[in-house]
């Protein structure tokens, strides 16, 4: 796996110093990760600066889940691995970690229930944000707008009394990340910005991503598609981590 950002070279200067260098978001060193069916990913090495953007790019099969769960502390590297996220050391201090980064996108981790109405969805996942002592009152379209516009942005919000059933791939995505956002994470990881599959639509994840990151929340993302980044319009170009490791991995192009 590829270096994502190069370490700040410091100076000591007498001239007006400008913003601070960003601080690391995510340390990893000889990153690994085996199961008893073999390698998942690894080795990998990781600097990611503090709200930044960074696309990990990898196939089917080359452990960009486990990579993205195990930077989330869902999951526990091999022994020998060095890895520190939001200057917690996992997996030692996972449990932080997950207090503080939060999942979306991930098959059988965040999935929506189809048949339920998006106010359902939302209250359930702020019920299970709150004290177990707190009522959560229903959720009205106001208190979804608060909730769900800054991920959204520009594009209409679903009414809340539609089924997830009826969403397309893109809003299905966004209420993704929005209830992964109520978490008000430091550190947001999306797997498998693919599911969305027309590059126009998925154009609008990625820019939503990208504005995610500019509020100061650092965005991991994963895609299989090698040349995602080129073929994509961006503010500014994210950071890329080609993920050529593991056992139905190719080498990157």
Known sequence: MSHVTPTPHLETTDEPQG?????SAVTARELTLHTRRGAVYGPVDLEVAAGSLVVVQGPQGGGRSSLLLTLAGRMVPDRGSVLTVLGESLPRRRRAVQA??????????D????????????????????????????????????LAQPVFGERPLPRVDSLVWDLDEVDAMLLRLTLAMAQHPDLLVVDDVDQ????????????????????????IASVASFDEVARMRWDHRPEQVMLATGPHAVPAT
């Open 100 to 109: 503080r980064a939060a999942v979306a996108g991930f098959a059988g981790v």
């Open 19 to 23: 913003p601070p260098a960003p601080q």
């Open 196 to 219: 969305v599959h027309d590059s126009v639509r998925r154009q609008t994840v990625w820019s939503r991503l990208e504005a995610i990151s500019a509020t100061g929340t650092t965005v």
């Open 111 to 146: 999935d929506l229930d189809e048949s339920v109405t998006v106010a359902a969805t939302v209250r359930e996942r702020l019920a299970w944000l709150s004290p177990w002592y707190r009522r959560v009152a229903r959720v009205d379209q106001r208190t979804f707008a608060a």
